[in-house]
């Protein structure tokens, strides 16, 4: 929300304060990724924007978590029970998907979209042509409430990325469909990805690539296994 002076702040010699310097960051990352992602562009191009993402405050380093090996340290000497490469790679795994989660909700900010807005959108998407689902196909899918899915529909709607339309052929089905604004929001968001998840893994051989992504899999098939009515949320624990 901008910062607007009323006539009594002007009337008592006030001014609008200038922007902090995140605040310019932020602005000036996001108008040059509107303007690469409007083009063409090439991979070196979104390098040198996501490089330049605001950094982390003093704060924010001085309220840092411990390394993963004190971590470990500090459970095993609280818990003796504790098997440490068990614990390395447990946390390893937990560290990595909350930071590739804050990655990836920054870059969606730049586009203007919400995380909430990301994952229907992707949701749409994957369904295929024509890309529409009910919103209780969307509720069950996201983990949310009819009423919650409801309103991240009626917002996105109102920003132009879906429609809802009633079905033809069943009155009381409301179908909720993809537009080409939306689609294009979705593009622009895997560019992004895209550039930063070759830069997350280009350390890694082709058979190292392969090789992690099969034991992932099979950690995955495993919890899958165990817990088969798990969507990954904890919303039925709430």
Do not use: C
């Not at 405050?57 to 004190?70: G, N, R, V």
């Not at 470990?72 to 818990?79: L, S």
């Not at 390893?92 to 989660?101: D, H, I, P, S």
Request: aromatic share 6%; charged share 30%.
């Amino acid at each position: 929300m901008r910062d607007e002076l009323t006539s009594w702040d002007r009337h008592q010699g006030k001014t609008r304060p200038e922007p902090d310097s995140l605040t310019l960051k932020t602005s000036t990352l996001k108008f040059e990724v509107e303007e690469y992602t409007s083009k063409n562009f090439n991979a070196n191009d979104f390098h040198a924007i996501l490089r330049r993402m605001p950094e982390p405050s003093d704060a924010a380093a001085d309220a840092a978590e411990p390394s993963l090996e004190e971590q470990i340290a500090a459970y095993q000497r609280e818990f003796q029970d504790l098997d440490p490469q068990v614990e390395q790679v447990v946390s390893a795994l937990q560290r990595l998907n909350r930071r590739m989660n804050v990655a990836y909700g920054r870059q969606t900010a730049t586009l203007g979209l919400s995380n909430a807005e990301w994952e229907v959108l992707k949701a749409l998407v994957v369904s295929g042509a024509p890309y529409e689902m009910g919103p209780g196909e969307l509720a069950k899918l996201l983990g949310l409430t009819p009423a919650a899915m409801t309103h991240r529909i009626d917002r996105m709607a109102n920003e132009g990325l879906v429609t809802r339309e009633r079905d033809e052929t069943n009155r009381v089905r409301v179908i909720v469909a993809l537009t080409h604004e939306g689609r294009e929001k979705w593009l622009e968001a895997m560019r992004l990805a895209t550039v930063f998840e070759e830069d997350l893994l280009q350390d890694l051989s082709g058979e190292e690539r392969q090789l992690l992504g099969q034991v992932l899999s099979r950690l995955l098939r495993r919890v899958e296994d165990a817990q088969p009515d798990a969507d990954g949320r904890l919303s039925d624990l709430d």
